[in-house]
């Protein structure tokens, strides 16, 4: 019911073809008013079909690892919580977009049109495309809500990603240069490895309808960057704000043993934003204004 009445029409899109609904889990660390607030974003989809865009029945075998943004996320403020490092003063909020991709008679639909909170609208093309319609809601919400100085989201996003970096890195995207090296050096730190890829301006015609503010997704000749055309439609809703894009769907789980993890879910991305929490430059800034809705 709240997530209807504030508006969060991608999370409920998602999550309306489960008997099961959707939820925004929203975690705080409660820093001082001179520390910085962060914004952590974990896709959270506990089982993905693909709903009615169906996946092949042997694409789905590890899709309840499909939480594991969600779950790095979550075992990243528990890590923060521990051992906040140089950090403690600074404010970090978790938000969880959590909902379970099922096709049922009420499932949301290709062609259907998603009003996000804060108004932006979605024409969707194909329902396994999710994710990003998840982390959308969310995304939208920090910005305007929670006042961030930094938002850092990740996610098994794009099957692309796997595609061109194997399953031993995870794709980065970030508007902020100091961020993408912070990042990149919490994965040489911890272990989970980044790439970073780039934000190609020239592509975001692709992500031109007009029938909505955005399409989903798209098809040919973009769809051979379909990891960057995600990332690019998660930029929409960025705003101005300092933002990091980490589409883990390759190292988030593992199809054979490999090295350390076993088969199924490797706990990719605790680790690194754990790290990055604790060693980042994340200290005092100005007082920040407490006056955004909470």
């Known amino acids: 019911d709240y997530l209807a009445a504030e508006g969060f029409g991608g999370i409920l899109a998602v999550g309306q073809g489960s008997e099961r609904p959707p939820r925004l889990v929203e975690i705080k660390s409660r820093g001082r008013r001179s520390g910085r607030r962060v914004v952590l974003i974990g896709k959270g989809v506990t089982y993905d079909s693909g709903g009615l865009s169906l996946k092949p029945a042997d694409s789905m075998a590890l ?23 140089r950090n403690r003063d600074a404010e970090v909020i978790a938000l969880l977009p959590m909902a379970e991709n099922s096709p049922s008679g009420s499932a949301y639909r290709p062609g ?10 979605t024409e969707v093309s194909n329902t396994d495309a999710e994710g990003r319609l998840l982390l959308a809601d969310a995304l939208s919400y920090a910005r305007e809500r929670l006042a961030p100085h930094v938002m850092v989201d990740i996610a098994t996003l794009t099957g692309a990603a796997t595609l061109g970096l194997s399953r031993h890195f995870a794709a980065l995207y970030a508007n902020n240069d100091d961020l993408a090296f912070e990042l990149i050096e919490a994965g040489v730190e911890s272990g ?3 790439w970073r890829l780039p934000l190609v301006d020239a592509y975001r015609q692709h992500l031109k309808t007009p029938v909505a503010d955005i399409a989903q997704a798209v098809s040919e000749p973009a769809d051979r960057a379909g990891s ?44 690194l934003l754990a790290e ?16 955004a809705e909470r």
């Open 63 to 85: 899709m309840k690892t499909d939480m594991a943004g969600a779950a790095a996320v979550a075992g990243a403020m528990i890590a923060y919580a521990r051992d906040a490092g």
């Open 112 to 121: 259907d049109i998603i009003r996000h909170f804060g108004g932006g609208t």
């Open 228 to 271: 960057i055309m995600a990332a690019l439609y998660l930029q929409h809703f960025v705003g101005d704000v300092p933002w990091a894009h980490i589409d883990m769907a390759g190292p988030a789980r593992a199809d054979k043993q490999r090295g350390e993890h076993p088969v199924g879910a490797t706990g990719f991305g605790a680790r």
């Open 276 to 291: 990055w929490l604790r060693t980042a430059d994340l200290g005092s800034d100005e007082p920040r204004s407490d006056s």
């Open 192 to 194: 989970d490895a980044l």
